[in-house]
RNA sequence: GGGCCCGUGGCGUAGUCUGGAUAGCGCGACUGGCUUCUAACCAGUAGGUCGGGGGUUCGAAUCCCUCCGGGCCCGCCA
């Protein structure tokens, strides 16, 4: 239900030749469920006080036969006001319908995020990124788009050079998760290398990488497996199922080639025998594509990456979930791609950027070791929950209170990365993430589960009529309303932290009718229990987009 | 030198695209509310030059200009 429409199908009767109406939504619902600044426009034009203009058009509008039980002019502004009962009604049975989003035509989009690279350990910073990848993978789906998710990561380079270096001499054993510890070896190979003998060493070992050196194929592709199966871990514990990795080593061979034919067409060309993109002429200075040694860089990598996403995949369009940091890097990657012919390719390559993750102390590296591991931020606050639910819960089962404990975890992880802002920097502080009060994933899931419990323990039926008895059910009806718009935001704007606003505006707003509004035999039971039921709709769906489970109980 | 982003009470943050009626919210502090649908909740109090200055406008946190502070990117990492 589209307030805004209403009032200016009033407006227009009055009022025909106006090309806007000014309408907003105010903040105050007392000062109306839609008004209009229209009288301000006018006044200056008619050069008259734009109070007595807003009652003159007042007089004017006739609402008899439209959902609007009133029209006010409170100084400037034209206020208008439903009739709450009847069009909580209304929002209520279009929200009970369930069918809340409007389906596109089906697309196959690809979007690629996550992005760990072998070798090194998965923080953070990677999970901000699984999250918001995972949650615009959900917002396209339910727009009717069919979602690729594929993931892309460094199987091959110096870092993998490096952490190979480590593996082979500093004579550490592997211990628990090895592809975590894999990125301790990294770390610490880092350290160690520090003069140029040593580097030599650790160029050459990723020379024989690249031309797959039969003497190192096996410790290569042991640990390699290790640190895949520990980024399946993480995934798994993140509820995120992927339909493709994708590798370095999968691609720089494709990459080179292409890198060498774009070279003879002239798009590419040589510079201290280097292949790189002269991209001055756009502003977008220089970029290299394949070192001097003749070993594939990033970019080259990225042309075998993208023929084999929109070939193999036969995609219409890949949305790349990077680090803001990137963005420059990528223009110059587009550019490239419209440099050498391939339009359709340029146009729907999108990145989508976000700030990154960062420790309080500075950035993290896991060159330094300066990260705090996924597992780590894990494993601290499910054991939290852990004790949390043991204090409230004694009675539940170890069993079942761990199951909810990881749910509480994953939820309060997930909502964490993504209400904030995608353009702002998230100061990592353990005290703030282990803590499960306030605007957290918690709070949101606690809602639902309380909204779950009433409509568990209600046996009579549902009433036809909703009856507004407190302001409070009206708002939350109103903010049920907004559901539509909201996702229509998210999905344009490709940023899931429209919605996690959204929900924690929701949950509020139902917290707050929990409070005050007793269900279970009240004499409003049955108008109640419909909001309820709408809720969970409304909520049910605004937690899956989130790539939350919606939870049983607390 | 070129480009991008951030700056809102002690801390964190929404609102900025699309200007509108007293700038919302969380944490922290203080106060009150569980024999009542689970209080990881709710209500209330204190706390704000919306980084500074100029401009546009009936009206600016929001648009434009400028300055300040912080972060990031720009030839052989990814």
Redo the contacts with the bound molecule.
């Keep these: 239900m589209d307030f805004k429409k209403e009032a200016i199908k009033v407006l227009k009767k009055a009022l025909p030749k106006q090309k806007d109406y000014?309408i907003?939504i105010?903040?105050?619902s007392k000062?109306?469920d839609v008004?209009s600044?229209i009288a301000?426009?006018l006044a200056?034009k008619k050069k008259k006080n734009p109070a007595d203009i807003a009652s003159e058009i007042v007089k004017k509008l006739k609402i008899e036969g439209t959902c609007f039980s009133g029209v006010t002019s409170?100084?400037p502004?034209i206020?208008f006001y439903f009739d709450r009962d009847a069009i909580s009604n209304k929002i209520i049975n279009e929200l009970l319908k369930n069918k809340l989003i409007k389906k596109e035509k089906p697309k196959r989009v690809l979007v690629e995020f996550f992005h760990p690279?072998t070798h090194k350990g998965v923080h953070i910073g990677h999970t901000r990124n699984a999250v918001i990848g995972e949650a615009i993978s959900r917002i396209l789906e339910e727009a009717g788009i069919n979602v690729i998710r594929a993931t892309y990561g460094?199987d091959i380079?110096?870092?993998v050079a490096k952490c190979l270096w480590g593996y082979m001499n500093l004579g550490l054993k592997p211990e628990g998760d090895k592809g975590e510890w894999l990125g301790a070896v990294y770390a610490l190979a880092s350290k160690k290398i520090n003069n140029e003998f040593l580097k030599k060493q650790v160029e050459k070992i990723n020379k024989r990488l690249y031309e797959r050196d039969v003497s190192l194929m096996p410790i290569w592709e042991r640990t390699r497996e290790w640190s895949i199966n520990h980024i399946k871990k993480v995934l798994k514990l993140l509820n995120i199922k992927m339909n493709a990795f994708l590798w370095?080593s999968h691609v720089e061979k494709d990459g080179l080639k292409i890198a060498r034919q774009l070279l003879k067409k002239g798009v590419l060309k040589e510079?201290?025998?280097?292949i790189?993109a002269d991209l001055t002429k756009h502003?977008l200075?220089?970029l290299?594509v394949v070192?001097?040694e003749g070993l594939p860089?990033?970019p080259a990598k990225d042309l075998g990456l993208v023929k084999l996403e929109f070939n193999k995949f036969k995609v219409t369009k890949i949305i790349h979930v990077v680090g803001?940091?990137?963005?420059?890097?990528f223009k110059q990657l587009f550019k490239i791609f419209e440099l050498a012919g391939w339009k359709e390719w340029a146009k729907n390559s999108i990145h989508v950027a976000y700030?990154l993750v960062d420790l309080k102390s500075g950035?993290m590296s896991s060159r330094t070791g300066e990260v705090v591991l996924f597992t780590d931020l894990y494993e601290k606050m499910l054991d939290l929950?852990k004790i949390?639910?043991q204090k409230?819960?004694p009675e539940v089962s170890i069993k079942t209170r761990e199951k909810i404990a990881h749910k509480?975890t994953i939820s309060a992880i997930k909502y964490g990365m993504l209400s904030?802002?995608l353009?702002?920097?998230i100061?990592f502080d353990y005290r703030d993430w282990l803590?499960?009060?306030?605007?957290t994933g918690?709070?949101i899931q606690?809602s639902y589960?309380?909204a779950r419990?009433?409509l568990q323990?209600i046996k009579s039926p549902m009433r036809q009529k909703i009856i507004i008895e407190r302001p409070v059910e009206y708002e939350l009806i109103k903010k049920m309303n907004e559901f539509q718009s909201v996702f229509k935001?998210a999905y344009e704007k490709l940023d899931p932290?429209v919605i996690a606003?959204y929900a924690?505006r929701l949950a509020?707003l139902f917290?707050?009718f929990?409070?005050e509004?007793?269900?279970?035999g009240s004499e409003y039971e049955g108008s109640r229990l419909k909001i309820i039921k709408a809720y969970l709709n409304v909520m049910g769906k605004v937690l899956h987009l989130l790539g939350l489970k919606p939870m049983k109980?607390?």
């Design positions: 000014f907003e105010p903040k105050d000062l109306g008004s600044t301000f426009v200056k409170a100084g502004y206020n690279n460094g380079g110096p870092h370095e510079s201290d025998g280097a790189i502003n200075g220089i290299v070192s001097k860089l990033y803001v940091e990137q963005q420059f890097y700030e950035k929950a949390e639910m409230r819960n509480i904030q802002s353009s702002k920097k100061l803590s499960f009060e306030g605007d918690l709070y606690y589960v309380r419990k009433i323990k935001e932290s606003h924690y509020f917290n707050k929990y409070e509004c007793p269900v279970i109980r607390i």
